[in-house]
């Protein structure tokens, strides 16, 4: 498959239970036993990647180029949250998302959020380009 069969409407969803390792009070973005921020920003970006890869080409993946969060509601350790992402747009290697995420009660959150294509190999050389 290849990037040409991504098209505004595909959509998928994946889920994490709410553990202290996801809290913010873990994750250092808070005080608090609740699920961080940098947890959903993870939770969006892999609903993202396990929807694109399908669609990509052998020795091709996409990484995160912007995302824009909204953290809405708070959710309790025990809960289980989802996070529903939606292809919105594709101009040429650059896919547009639309994310929400819900726990068991309520939208707790929802972002927008581009990936680029890229070429792996390609992409490793520049990094490590970087490292000499």
């Known amino acids: 498959m290849s ?5 505004p409407g595909l959509a998928g969803e994946t889920s994490e239970l709410v ?3 996801v809290s913010a009070r873990h ?3 808070g005080d608090l036993r609740v699920y961080a921020t ?5 939770l969006i970006e892999r609903a993202s ?3 694109l890869a399908p669609h990509l080409a052998p020795g091709h993946s996409t990484v995160g180029t912007g995302l ?3 953290h809405l509601a708070p959710t309790p350790l025990g809960k289980t949250v989802r ?6 747009s594709v101009n ?3 896919i547009g998302l639309r994310a929400e995420v819900w726990d068991e009660v309520e939208k707790v959150g929802e972002a927008e959020h581009e990936r680029a294509v890229i070429d792996v190999e390609r992409f490793l050389r520049r990094v490590e380009g970087k490292r000499a």
Do not use: D, K, N, Q
Not at 3 to 7: A, I, K, M, S
Not at 38 to 42: I, L
């Open 49 to 51: 990647v396990l929807l």
């Open 19 to 21: 553990t202290e390792a």
């Open 3 to 7: 990037v040409e069969t991504l098209r």
């Open 38 to 42: 940098p947890a959903m920003v993870a």
């Open 68 to 70: 824009t969060v909204r």
């Open 27 to 29: 994750i250092g973005s």
């Open 83 to 88: 996070a529903r992402v939606e292809v919105v």
């Open 92 to 94: 040429g290697g650059r």
